[in-house]
C-alpha cells in the first residue's frame, strides 16, 4: 500500500472511493494500491521512504506541526523547488533546522 497525505479529509475519502482526484487530477485514475489520507502519522507509518511535495512556503509549518512524526532513519526527499520568501532559505536548509536529526543529507 502506498499512502498519499492530503490535507483535506473530505477529499481524502472522495479519492478512495472514485481512485480519482477530481479536484486536482480529473480524468486520471489513480491505482488501486495508493491510499489517500488526512492523518499525518498514517501516511508515514511503516514507511521507508517519505516524499515531501509541498509548496516551499508551507514546508516549514507543517515540519513544526509534524516534528515528531517522522521517524529517524527513514530517508526525506524533498520534492519542492525555490525559496521560503520570508527566510531565502531552500527547502533543505528549512529542514535542517525544523528536523534536526532527521534529514541531514540530500539523498
Not at 487530477?25 to 491505482?31: A, F, M, Y
Not at 533543505?92 to 534529514?103: H, N, S, T, V
Amino acid at each position: 500500500m502506498v499512502p498519499v497525505w492530503v490535507r483535506d479529509s473530505d477529499q481524502a475519502v472522495a479519492v478512495n472511493a472514485s481512485h480519482q482526484n477530481f479536484k486536482y487530477l480529473p480524468g486520471v485514475k489513480t491505482p488501486d494500491n495508493v491510499r489517500w489520507t488526512s492523518d499525518v502519522n498514517e501516511a508515514v507509518s511503516g514507511s521507508s521512504i517519505v516524499l515531501f511535495a509541498i509548496p516551499t512556503q508551507f514546508i516549514r509549518p507543517f515540519a513544526q506541526a509534524n516534528r515528531s512524526t517522522f521517524p529517524v532513519g527513514v530517508p526525506l526527499v524533498l520534492c519542492a523547488k525555490g525559496i521560503e520568501l520570508s527566510t531565502l532559505q531552500l527547502p533543505f536548509d528549512i529542514f535542517r533546522d525544523e528536523l534536526p536529526g532527521k534529514y541531514s543529507k540530500y539523498i
